[in-house]
């Protein structure tokens, strides 16, 4: 049996956050509405700022303190925002049908998690942080990757990229005590802040010269 | 006086004296100048790296041993041959109107950073830092390559960094997987993320993530090293971009990203002994270089050919490492050093030929560029013999170093293997130029004032090319053998 560092409430306040990650992962595959989409990316880091808190608190370890904070300020209030900002700017309000319909998403994302699950079994031993971090975190990147298959607009790709991040960190701290050195972490911060940003450019002039926001008209490059 | 510092602050430097001035004479000096110190600092770093072994800097965040300094001295000397060919393009691209000033001074700000990115992967000691390094390097080249706002750019620069990114995000997983490794194999609570720590405790790293680590990596970096089945997004980058921009991407950007899965490659075989990662390697790189072949062939358009044919050179490096004897990974290292300075006067004359013409449809600029470009055309084609693997250049004697290794250490197959792709490349090669080379053209002139476009920026990697073809000073021999010895697992 594996030994958990963290007593027994943090192991289980963990637990519920990081089920509630995947809960919010799978509203975002079905979701069509831009807006609500951001909300859903925005509530699953919250969650996961959640889980570093907890972290932080129940070993009281500073550097995960400021983890927390850049999670909170980063992909809690201003990438949401950012996002927010371009949507309601370009007036574009619904996803075009993806191209795997809802339902048949959420079965297939059933079946990822299924696949996470399995996929993190022979790795619980080394998990400091309850069973199912680890196995959330996989699932989180592996539906992050068909999000970003099955869907057309480019705000709802950099939504799934985000969220495959997020699945990143969450191993992070299943599979570590304390998370990253703080330097590492601070690039990780802004490495994704700036990326957004530049998606966000991109995705401008992509408007701007094809009238659309639709990938699939992406495709004069071929061979 | 601090090597590795001044490596990282003079691009940044320049990057902010070019967005403070306004005249494009003066931005395209500082970018020359710049490059021009970090080459110097290279071979600085490169004779001290030789005699007294790693170098590290602010308590060991920055470290460079061998390899980090070969792959500085390449960074510079791309980069340098870059900010050189990029101010008089440039200016012809702003009469032509194709771009505005604004962009330009995009480029001259973007550029430094860009090379400032790359030197911090390869100097960064820290695993975590090394990433964040190449993912900034991936995000300040994407404006670069959109830089055009063509339709076609900003759809090349699209999938450039969507998979990019998330390539990179897979990397990042191995990355937290190897740090994972050591909190398990490390008595200390927070243990150091440093290579040069990981590398010493390697043999006690948990198997089983050590192993997950390196495929992830080696799919994550990969994909930014532009790794057949996931380079889809490499022809359409490096064609769209502006040729200053297709060559750093090609010369160096690639590599940098190879370096980094080299350093994986590094842990894991002293964890779990050569076989598992080099077998990896080799796999991944004869399908680079098999799917290379055809897509040479058949291409339409110079600038996506030249594109394969970096595939097929980013497989033949990854084959020599993962054949794993000192005499092939020597081969390998060599073979970055003959490509860097090779591709980029590919991608130069490339840039010639399309201002000249308008298009780089092989269909469109016709037989006869001979006559039209005959300087560029006589670049274009010593450096396609040399791209080719055909002596006098040095890419012939990397290439036969490589293939006799293989036999040497007994793997016939394989080197027969690689033997017969670099063949179909070469042919592939030959057949696309005779298209447009020779003959006669087709009753065009394209006037007296563009033959000498570019010639400086050519000839100093040409001249490089073939001085460095047939000597190679004794501190760089040392290098690339300490080089081959940290990768075979050497202490």
Redesign the interface.
């Known amino acids: 049996m594996h030994t958990a560092p963290t007593s027994e409430i943090p192991a289980q306040l963990i637990a519920l956050f990081a089920a509630l990650m995947l809960v919010a992962q799978l509203l975002l595959a079905v979701q069509r509405m831009l807006l609500t989409s951001i909300r859903l990316f925005a509530i699953q880091s919250l969650f996961l700022a959640g889980i570093a808190a907890v972290v932080a608190y129940s070993h009281n370890a500073f550097h995960v303190y400021v983890v927390v904070a850049l999670t909170l300020i980063g992909k809690v209030a201003f990438l949401p925002w950012l996002l927010d900002r371009q949507v309601r700017r370009m007036k574009i309000i619904q996803e075009i049908e993806p191209l795997v319909n809802f339902p048949m998403s959420m079965l297939i994302c059933g079946g990822l998690t299924l696949l996470g699950y399995l996929v993190a079994r022979?790795?619980t031993s080394?998990e400091r942080l309850g069973n199912n971090t680890l196995a959330v975190a996989i699932t989180l990147?592996l539906t992050g990757?068909f999000l970003?298959i099955n869907r057309r607009k480019?705000i709802t790709?950099v939504l799934a990229?985000l969220t495959?991040?997020n699945g990143?960190m969450l191993?992070?701290v299943a599979?570590?005590?304390?998370g990253?050195?703080l330097?590492?972490e601070l690039?990780?911060f802004?490495?994704v802040l700036?990326?957004v940003m530049?998606?966000g450019?991109?995705v401008y002039?992509?408007r701007e010269?094809?009238a659309s926001m639709d990938?699939s008209k992406?495709?004069?490059?071929k061979? | 006086m601090s090597l590795l510092a001044s490596l990282l602050f003079v691009p940044a430097g320049a990057a902010l004296g070019c967005s403070l001035v306004r005249s494009r004479r003066v931005m395209a000096v500082l970018g020359m100048l710049a490059f021009g110190l970090t080459l110097a600092v290279g071979v600085a770093l490169l004779l001290r790296v030789a005699a007294d072994g790693a170098v590290t800097e602010w308590s060991g965040?920055l470290r460079a041993d061998a390899l980090s300094a070969w792959m500085v001295v390449l960074i510079s000397v791309v980069s340098l041959a870059t900010s050189v060919y990029a101010g008089r393009y440039f200016q012809r691209d702003l009469v032509a109107r194709v771009v505005t000033e604004w962009q330009v001074k995009e480029f001259f700000i973007l550029t430094p950073l860009f090379g400032c990115g790359m030197f911090l992967a390869v100097l960064a000691n820290?695993l975590?830092?090394m990433?964040?390094?190449v993912?900034?390097t991936a995000?300040s080249s994407?404006?670069l390559v959109?830089l055009y706002?063509?339709?076609?750019s900003?759809?090349?620069?699209?999938?450039y960094?969507?998979l990019g990114?998330?390539g990179l995000?897979?990397a990042?997983?191995g990355t937290?997987?190897i740090?994972?490794a050591a909190?398990?194999g490390s008595s200390r609570?927070?243990p150091?993320?440093d290579w040069s720590y990981l590398v010493t405790i390697a043999p006690q790293l948990?198997p089983?993530?050590v192993r997950l680590a390196f495929v992830f990596a080696l799919v994550g970096y990969g994909t930014k090293a532009g790794l057949a089945p996931m380079h889809t997004w490499l022809?359409?980058a490096h064609?769209?971009a502006p040729s200053p921009t297709s060559a750093m991407l090609s010369g160096v950007s690639l590599k940098i990203a190879l370096y980094a899965l080299l350093r994986f490659h590094i842990l894991t075989a002293a964890c779990l002994g050569p076989a598992f990662s080099c077998h990896l390697l080799l796999g991944f790189g004869l399908l680079s270089m098999f799917l290379a072949a055809p897509?040479i062939l058949?291409?339409?358009n110079l600038k996506?050919m030249l594109a394969y044919s970096s595939l097929e050179h980013v497989g033949l490096i990854c084959v020599g490492i993962g054949l794993g004897t000192p005499l092939t990974i020597f081969g390998a290292l060599l073979h970055m050093g003959y490509h860097a300075l090779t591709k980029p006067v590919l991608f130069f004359a490339a840039g010639n030929i399309h201002q000249s013409c308008h298009t780089l449809e092989f269909r469109l600029i016709g037989p006869g560029m001979v006559r039209l470009l005959p300087v560029t055309v006589l670049c274009l084609g010593l450096a396609a013999v040399a791209a080719t693997g055909l002596p006098p250049f040095g890419l012939f004697f990397s290439e036969l170093t490589v293939i006799s290794g293989g036999v040497a250490a007994g793997q016939m197959t394989i080197s027969v293997l690689v033997l017969a792709a670099l063949i179909a490349c070469f042919c592939g090669m030959l057949r696309q130029f005779t298209r447009i080379l020779p003959g006669e053209p087709k009753a065009r002139s394209l006037g007296d004032g563009r033959r000498m476009d570019g010639v400086p920026a050519m000839g100093l990697l040409l001249g490089g090319l073939l001085v460095f073809s047939v000597w190679l000073p004794r501190p760089v021999l040392d290098i690339m053998h300490q080089a081959a010895g940290i990768i075979g697992g050497e202490p």
């Open positions: 022979p790795f080394l990147v990757f970003m480019a790709q990229l495959v991040e990143v191993a992070a599979l570590t005590t304390y990253m050195p330097v590492v690039g990780i802004f490495d700036v990326a530049i998606l450019i991109l002039r992509i010269t094809f990938i992406l495709s004069q490059l061979g | 965040f820290s975590g830092v990433w964040a390094a993912e900034a995000l994407v404006l959109a706002n063509r339709r076609t900003l759809e090349g620069a699209w999938k960094v969507i990114s998330l995000a897979l990042l997983l937290v997987f740090y994972a909190c398990k609570q927070l150091s993320f948990d089983r993530l022809p359409d064609s769209e897509f058949v291409q339409e996506r």
